[in-house]
Nanobody
Framework: QVQLVESGGGLVQAGGSLRLSCAASGGTVSTSVMGWFRQAPGKEREFVAAISWTGITTEYLDSVKGRFTISRDNAKNTVYLQMNSLKPGDTAVYYC??????????????????WGQGTQVTVSS
């Protein structure tokens, strides 16, 4: 059973940066699509970014394009989300997720099999 643990969240001022990490254990995610989702208070969980198992293909929520970068290190079973130029609207709990082995990139939360517990990101104005 794959377990995912996020880290790197915190409080930052608008315009600042944070780097989230998600470490997998209990199994490999080297052939899984990895994704980041977020949920703000009173809102539904939304897709933020995803990366194919090769690391070649990525997809982003429109509002984070050019500011966020997803990457992965399969040797370390870890995926990252570099977040720059943060805005108050980015405030949310950020979740890491993994699919079962999969070639095609997916952004629907229902296609992800494993989820982390989440890490809080708060951006102050």
């Amino acid at each position: 059973q794959v377990q995912l643990v996020e880290s790197g969240g915190g409080l930052v001022q608008a315009g600042g940066s944070l780097r989230l990490s998600c470490a997998a254990s209990g199994g490999t995610v080297s052939t899984s699509v990895m994704g980041w989702f977020r949920q703000a208070p009173g809102k539904e969980r939304e897709f933020v970014a995803a990366i194919s198992w090769t690391g070649i293909t990525t997809e982003y929520l429109d509002s984070v394009k050019g500011r966020f970068t997803i990457s992965r290190d399969n040797a370390k079973n870890t995926v990252y989300l570099q977040m720059n130029s943060l805005k108050p609207g980015d405030t949310a709990v950020y979740y890491c997720a993994a699919t079962s082995p999969r070639n095609i990139l997916v952004i629907d939360a229902r296609d992800y099999n494993y989820w982390g517990q989440g890490t809080q990101v708060t951006v102050s104005s």
